[in-house]
């Protein structure tokens, strides 16, 4: 609070000040009670004022430079009523009590969608848990009655059970802090179990896979990296093309393992490139070569974030597309 901007709110009371001043000056000219007193009584009218005005000022500016500075450090906005002292003038007390009032009814409708939120994530997490046990059956019928249609079926029940998987995964990634363990293990165990995890779509999809130089130890979530490392090969599979193969294989590096997933599909438009994470973005063959939902990098983006990983894609068009996961070296096992 400025001592300019203290002023401009009192104009008006400045104004009626300096006319009442005014005033008395010319009212005890003309009673006659001598140049000096006409002077002398109004200067000390408005000196008692300056003091009044200073003190008010002096008061109020402490208190509300306090608040700014408070709101200022706060995260969360919302909290700022527990950080007010309440102040002695009249406006203020009934500041504190109008932000308080009003932070008690947000924080109660924060909590009402806290609660539904649960709600949902706990009938979504039931729902895709029920779900998995017909397309199981499904698939094992299948099996057991192989053919040219129920072999379309499998491919059919691969991608349902891929987006039932996102459905899963995306209502868990807000509270990833609460559902994860982080263990040690190797690029090998974690791609190995990824590759059997979808080992029926890269078959249906003749997909040749190539590993190598996968013996370096992470430390991660084995559950939350699978899901990731799953994604990346679903891609290579729906965006496969000619003679399609992936090749995955590890990088040492002086602080950190890199994972390379590499495949030679029909890669990404570098139009597109820059905006692959973004939220529902499809981009150009998510709209012409294949049904995309644009959940699985974003979903992928998001739980590195979490986890601490690095992600990052390179892609040339019509050539293939390269996606490096980083793991930070760590001895916190060791």
Same mark, same amino acid.
């Given at each position: 609070? =400025? *001592?300019?901007?203290?002023?401009?709110?009192?104009?008006?009371?400045?104004?009626?000040?300096?006319?009442?001043?005014?005033?008395?000056?010319?009212?005890?000219?003309? *009673?006659?009670?001598?140049?000096?007193?006409?002077?002398?009584?109004?200067?000390?009218?408005?000196?008692?004022?300056?003091?009044?005005?200073?003190?008010?000022?002096?008061?109020?500016?402490?208190?509300?430079?306090?608040?700014?500075?408070?709101?200022?450090?706060?995260?969360?906005?919302?909290?700022?009523?527990?950080?007010?002292?309440?102040?002695?003038?009249?406006?203020?007390?009934?500041?504190?009590?109008?932000?308080?009032?009003?932070?008690?009814?947000?924080?109660?409708?924060?909590?009402?969608?806290?609660?539904?939120?649960?709600?949902?994530?706990?009938?979504?997490?039931?729902?895709?848990?029920?779900?998995?046990?017909?397309?199981?059956?499904?698939?094992?019928?299948?099996?057991?009655?192989?053919?040219?249609?129920?072999?379309?079926?499998?491919?059919?029940?691969?991608?349902?059970?891929?987006?039932?998987?996102?459905?899963?995964?995306?209502?868990?990634?807000?509270?990833?802090?609460?559902?994860?363990?982080?263990?040690?293990?190797?690029?090998?165990?974690?791609?190995?179990?990824?590759?059997?995890?979808?080992?029926?779509?890269?078959?249906?999809?003749?997909?040749?896979?190539?590993?190598?130089?996968?013996?370096?130890?992470?430390? #991660?979530? !084995?559950?939350? #990296?699978?899901?990731?490392?799953?994604?990346?090969?679903?891609?290579?599979?729906?965006?496969?093309?000619?003679?399609?193969?992936?090749?995955?294989?590890?990088?040492?590096?002086?602080?950190?393992?890199? !994972?390379? $997933?590499?495949?030679?599909?029909?890669? $990404?438009?570098?139009?597109?490139?820059?905006?692959?994470?973004?939220?529902?973005?499809?981009?150009?063959?998510?709209?012409? =070569?294949?049904?995309?939902?644009? $959940?699985?990098?974003?979903?992928?983006?998001?739980?590195?974030?979490?986890?601490?990983?690095? $992600?990052?894609?390179?892609?040339?068009?019509?050539?293939? #597309?390269?996606?490096?996961?980083?793991?930070?070296?760590?001895?916190?096992?060791?």
């Amino acid at each position: 609070m =400025s *001592l300019k901007n203290f002023l401009a709110d009192k104009v008006y009371h400045l104004i009626f000040v300096l006319l009442t001043a005014s005033f008395a000056a010319v009212l005890l000219a003309v *009673l006659g009670v001598g140049i000096y007193a006409a002077v002398f009584v109004p200067l000390l009218f408005l000196a008692g004022e300056a003091a009044a005005l200073t003190l008010e000022f002096l008061r109020k500016r402490a208190f509300y430079n306090e608040l700014l500075r408070n709101l200022e450090k706060l995260d969360k906005k919302y909290l700022i009523s527990e950080m007010l002292d309440e102040p002695s003038f009249c406006e203020g007390k009934l500041l504190c009590e109008c932000v308080k009032t009003a932070c008690k009814a947000m924080n109660d409708e924060i909590a009402g969608y806290r609660h539904a939120s649960q709600e949902y994530r706990e009938y979504i997490e039931t729902w895709v848990h029920e779900v998995k046990t017909p397309i199981s059956s499904s698939k094992l019928m299948i099996e057991n009655n192989k053919n040219e249609v129920t072999l379309s079926l499998n491919e059919e029940l691969t991608k349902i059970e891929n987006y039932v998987e996102q459905a899963l995964f995306y209502s868990r990634s807000n509270h990833v802090e609460k559902d994860y363990v982080i263990k040690t293990t190797t690029l090998k165990a974690l791609v190995g179990s990824a590759l059997k995890k979808y080992s029926a779509a890269l078959i249906e999809g003749r997909i040749r896979v190539e590993t190598s130089a996968l013996d370096k130890t992470v430390y #991660t979530d !084995l559950k939350w #990296t699978d899901f990731i490392i799953g994604q990346i090969l679903m891609n290579s599979v729906k965006y496969r093309s000619g003679e399609p193969e992936i090749k995955i294989y590890g990088l040492q590096n002086q602080n950190s393992v890199t !994972l390379m $997933i590499a495949d030679n599909g029909v890669g $990404i438009p570098k139009k597109d490139l820059g905006r692959v994470f973004e939220k529902g973005f499809t981009g150009e063959n998510g709209r012409t =070569s294949a049904k995309s939902t644009g $959940i699985g990098l974003y979903l992928c983006k998001k739980l590195c974030d979490k986890l601490n990983l690095g $992600i990052s894609i390179a892609s040339t068009e019509g050539k293939g #597309t390269l996606v490096s996961i980083v793991f930070p070296k760590s001895n916190m096992f060791e």
